[in-house]
Nanobody
Framework: QVQLVESGGGLVQAGGSLRLSCAAS????????MGWYCQAPGKQRALVAR???????NYAHSVNGRFTITRDNAKNTLYLQMNSLKPEDTAVYYC???????????WGQGSQVTVSS
């Protein structure tokens, strides 16, 4: 099994920056697809950015050009650099890891990001 622990959320003013980290442990490998999802109150959880199993990156249209996902396989850590934050980015951000054929997707506990106007 894979365990994920997020850190780095908080309160920031619009236009500011935050960096989220996700430390993975357990049966994590470089073949796992890893990504960030967010869930705002009253809304479904949605993709923010991810690495596919092939190492490609996908971004939600709303964050393209503002957020950058990176991955340090040596440290088993996933990052999300969030710049030019907007109030509509306010949500709980979850880290996710998944490898086809190797069990269910793993989720972190979530990290609150609040952007004030």
């Amino acid at each position: 099994q894979v365990q994920l622990v997020e850190s780095g959320g908080g309160l920031v003013q619009a236009g500011g920056s935050l960096r989220l980290s996700c430390a993975a442990s357990g049966s994590i490998s470089s073949f796992h697809a890893m990504g960030w999802y967010c869930q705002a109150p009253g809304k479904q959880r949605a993709l923010v950015a991810r690495f596919t199993t092939f190492g490609n990156t996908n971004y939600a249209h709303s964050v393209n050009g503002r957020f950058t996902i990176t991955r340090d396989n040596a440290k088993n850590t996933l990052y999300l650099q969030m710049n030019s934050l907007k109030p509509e980015d306010t949500a709980v951000y979850y880290c996710n890891a998944f490898r086809p054929g190797f069990g269910n997707p793993a989720w972190g506990q979530g990290s609150q990001v609040t952007v004030s106007s």
